[in-house]
């Protein structure tokens, strides 16, 4: 035949750009290829469109588990392991993880404040425990950095201002924007890394002016602020690693897009069990 050279996965890829050009399913043509569709066959095709759709919203960074939630939502029961074949067929493949470093400096000589938070990440009340912690984003510009407050209640996060430096202001400014927004009464425990901004005498007049309990993790010891490791991660693998940044401007619209449109109001957060933080925050916690 006039095609014969043509070995199989040149075939499967051909069908693939096929698929993609006609904006069809590569399971709908296969289908169609050996014969009448089945009703199985025609759930299938009907699932992975809003399989995909779910996984669109959710930036590329939702698996099965979290589409599944989306599914659940609409009223659709179906396994893991059959949204997992799905978007195997339609070639739906979770943004990939990437390590990052941590920024702040804790080999310094100011005060270091007791492991007062002790790993306990879930609270009962909004505004009685924030956690915060700092890292960086390339650009072409240079570096930006970013400091944040997450309120463990709903895992929302309340502080995130951007700089072009990791003075002591942008720890300040990013707790007084949390302060700003959630207006927590006089019983506040803070945690953040050993840093030296966040030992500095002018953080530390800010807590005191607040009211405000201090506490530090250990030095060395990620896991004493978990949640704030777990978000720059999913920042990171979700969004800055699949960016390059022009400039800091850039950067900032596009984080700030991020938290206050996704992050905050539409991921679904596994410790929320699996709602956004905007409606995790709408219903009662158990006592």
């Given at each position: 035949?006039k095609?014969?050279w043509i070995n199989q996965?040149s075939?499967?890829?051909?069908v693939?750009?096929m698929?993609?050009?006609?904006d069809v399913?590569?399971?709908a043509?296969?289908?169609?290829?050996k014969?009448p569709?089945?009703?199985?066959e025609?759930?299938?095709?009907?699932l992975a469109k809003?399989?995909?759709t779910?996984?669109d919203?959710?930036?590329?960074?939702?698996?099965?588990r979290?589409?599944?939630?989306?599914?659940?939502?609409?009223?659709?029961?179906v396994?893991?392991r059959r949204?997992g074949?799905?978007m195997?067929i339609?070639?739906?493949?979770v943004?990939t993880k990437?390590?990052f470093?941590?920024?702040?400096?804790?080999?310094h000589?100011d005060?270091?404040a007791?492991?007062?938070l002790?790993?306990?990440f879930?609270?009962?009340?909004?505004?009685?425990?924030?956690?915060?912690?700092m890292t960086?984003?390339?650009t072409?510009?240079?570096?930006l950095?970013?400091?944040?407050v997450?309120?463990?209640?709903?895992?929302?996060v309340?502080g995130?201002?951007?700089?072009?430096n990791m003075?002591?202001?942008l720890?300040?400014?990013?707790?007084?924007?949390?302060l700003s927004q959630?207006?927590?009464?006089?019983?506040?425990?803070?945690?953040s890394?050993?840093?030296?901004q966040y030992?500095?005498?002018?953080h530390?007049?800010?807590?005191?002016?607040?009211?405000?309990t201090?506490?530090?993790?250990?030095?060395g010891n990620?896991?004493?602020n978990?949640?704030?490791?777990?978000?720059?991660?999913?920042?990171?693998?979700?969004?800055v690693?699949?960016f390059?940044?022009a400039?800091?401007?850039?950067a900032t619209?596009?984080?700030?897009?991020?938290?206050?449109v996704?992050?905050?109001r539409?991921?679904r957060?596994?410790?929320?069990n699996?709602?956004?933080?905007?409606?995790?925050?709408m219903?009662?916690?158990a006592?």
């Open positions: 035949m095609y014969a996965n075939t499967d890829f051909s693939h750009l698929c993609q050009t006609l399913c590569r399971s043509f296969y289908a169609w290829k014969g569709i089945t009703t199985k025609q759930e299938d095709q009907a809003v399989i995909k779910s996984f919203e959710g930036r590329g960074c939702y698996g099965t979290r589409i599944q939630q989306d599914l659940i939502a609409q009223e659709l029961t396994s893991r949204i074949r799905l195997e339609e070639g739906l493949q943004k990437r390590k470093k941590a920024t702040t400096y804790s080999d000589d005060p270091i007791p492991k007062l002790n790993r306990a879930t609270v009962d009340k909004p505004d009685t425990c924030y956690v915060g912690d960086y984003i390339a072409r510009e240079g570096w950095y970013l400091a944040t997450i309120d463990l209640y709903s895992r929302r309340v995130w201002p951007m700089a072009d003075r002591t202001a720890v300040n400014d990013a707790l007084s924007m949390a959630g207006k927590p009464e006089n019983n506040l425990l803070w945690h890394d050993r840093g030296s030992a500095s005498e002018s530390r007049e800010l807590l005191v002016a607040n009211g405000i201090q506490s530090m993790s250990r030095k990620c896991w004493d978990a949640v704030a490791e777990s978000f720059f991660h999913s920042l990171k693998t979700e969004l690693h699949h390059d940044f400039t800091r401007a850039e619209q596009e984080i700030f897009e991020y938290i206050e996704f992050y905050n539409k991921r957060h596994s410790a929320n699996y709602m956004s933080p905007a409606d995790d925050e219903l009662p916690k006592a």
